[in-house]
C-alpha cells in the first residue's frame, strides 16, 4: 500500500484524510500531521459500525499541555455523488488518549470518502488555574514586547505627549510624533523629509480608516496594541501597512489571515491575498476550496464573487479546478 494511504493533508486549521478501499483492512491510523502545536493522528476500524477516532501523538507536550480542542468533523463520500455525514460540533474537550474522542458511525461507507477535521479552537490551561486560554493568540502576542520602552513610547500615543503631527482619519483625528512614524514607515519618513504638504501642515489624511481603525494602526506602531483589536481590524491594517511600507505588519496579518479560513471568509480572503500579493495565503484559499471541496459549500456565494472578480484570479481558480479534477 502507497504512502499516501495514510497520508493527511492541512491547512492551517483543516485537516482532511482520503480513504480509497477500506474494504480490504478493518483498521487503519494515518501518518502524523501537524495542528497548532500538537502532531494529531486520525484512525478507522470497521466492525459492525464505523470507528472513527482523533487524537493527539502521545509525547511531553501532550502530557504537560494537552489540547482542549473545538472542531468539526465530518465523513464525505466521494462514490457515486458528493453526500457527507457531520458529527455534532464539540467544543473544549480535552484530548490526551486515543480514545478521547470516538465516532461511532452506523451508516455503512464503501468505496472512496474523506475525513474532515475542521479546528475551530485549540487551547491550553492556564498555568495560574485561569480559564484556558488559544493557543492561536500566542503567534502575535509573543512578538509584543513588554519592556518600559515600549510602555512609555505607548505612553506618548495615549496621553498625547509632545505631539507634532495630527492624523485626520474618517471620522476624527489623533496626535502622534513624526520621529515615531519616520522610524517604522519609508513612506512616513519621505513625507517629512521633503517639502511636502504633510510636512508643511503638520497633517496626514488617511481618509480611507475609520478613527477606530486608525488608533489601532498607531497602538501597533506604538508597541501597545491588544490581540483582540488586532484580529477585528486585520483587514484595515493590512491595507495600511501595505500603503505605508510597514512590512512587519503586513507580514502578522498575512499570517494571521491564514489562521481562520472557512467557508465565510474564504472568498474575501482570496480576493484579498490576490489584491496585496499574498502567496501563501492565495495558495491556503485555493487548497481549502478546491482540493478540500469546500467549493461546493458555497456554491451561490461563488457565482457572486465571480461576477465581478478580477479576470486574473477567476482564471486562476479555474486552473485550479481543473488540475485538481485530473489528479481524481
Not at 169 to 175: E, H, L, T
Not at 248 to 253: I, R, Y
Request: glycine share 4%.
Amino acid at each position: 500500500m502507497s504512502d499516501s494511504a495514510y497520508r493527511v493533508e492541512t491547512t492551517s486549521r483543516l485537516a482532511q484524510w482520503r480513504i480509497d478501499n477500506l474494504a480490504s483492512c478493518t483498521y487503519r491510523k494515518s501518518d502524523p500531521f501537524r495542528i497548532g502545536k500538537w502532531n494529531w493522528h486520525l484512525s478507522i476500524e470497521k466492525n459492525r459500525t464505523l470507528l472513527v477516532k482523533l487524537y493527539p501523538e502521545i509525547s511531553s507536550l501532550t502530557r504537560d499541555n494537552p489540547p482542549i480542542a473545538s472542531f468539526i468533523i465530518r465523513v464525505i463520500c466521494s462514490t457515486g455523488g458528493r453526500k457527507s455525514l457531520t458529527h455534532p460540533e464539540i467544543t473544549d474537550k480535552q484530548l490526551k488518549k486515543n480514545d478521547d474522542f470516538v465516532w461511532a458511525i452506523e451508516i455503512p461507507f464503501t468505496g472512496k470518502f474523506i475525513i474532515d477535521v475542521e479546528f475551530l479552537d485549540l487551547k491550553i490551561a492556564s498555568p495560574n488555574g485561569g480559564e484556558p486560554c488559544s493557543i492561536w493568540g500566542e503567534g502575535y502576542a509573543e512578538k509584543l514586547s513588554n519592556s518600559t520602552a515600549l510602555s512609555t513610547l505607548g505612553r506618548m500615543l495615549t496621553e498625547g505627549i509632545h505631539t507634532d503631527i495630527v492624523i485626520n482619519a474618517s471620522d476624527g483625528s489623533v496626535g502622534a510624533h513624526r520621529a515615531v512614524l519616520a522610524s517604522r514607515s519609508p513612506v512616513f519618513r519621505s513625507m517629512f523629509s521633503h517639502n511636502l504638504r504633510e510636512k508643511e501642515l503638520s497633517t496626514i489624511n488617511i481618509s480611507d480608516m475609520s478613527m477606530e481603525a486608525c488608533q489601532v494602526f498607531l497602538n501597533y506602531i506604538y508597541g501597545n496594541m491588544e490581540h483582540d483589536e488586532f484580529l477585528i481590524h486585520r483587514l484595515s491594517l493590512l491595507r495600511a501597512a501595505d500603503k505605508y511600507d510597514i512590512s512587519d505588519l503586513k507580514e502578522a496579518c498575512h499570517e494571521s489571515l491564514l489562521e481562520d479560513i472557512d467557508t465565510t471568509n474564504v472568498l474575501e480572503r482570496l480576493q484579498t491575498a490576490h489584491l496585496y500579493q499574498l502567496p501563501k495565503l492565495k495558495a491556503s484559499c485555493m487548497l481549502y476550496l478546491v482540493k478540500f471541496g469546500k467549493i461546493y459549500d458555497i456554491r451561490d456565494e461563488l457565482n457572486t464573487f465571480l461576477q465581478s472578480a478580477d479576470r486574473e484570479l477567476i482564471t486562476e481558480i479555474f486552473h485550479e479546478v481543473l488540475n485538481t479534477w485530473k489528479g481524481f
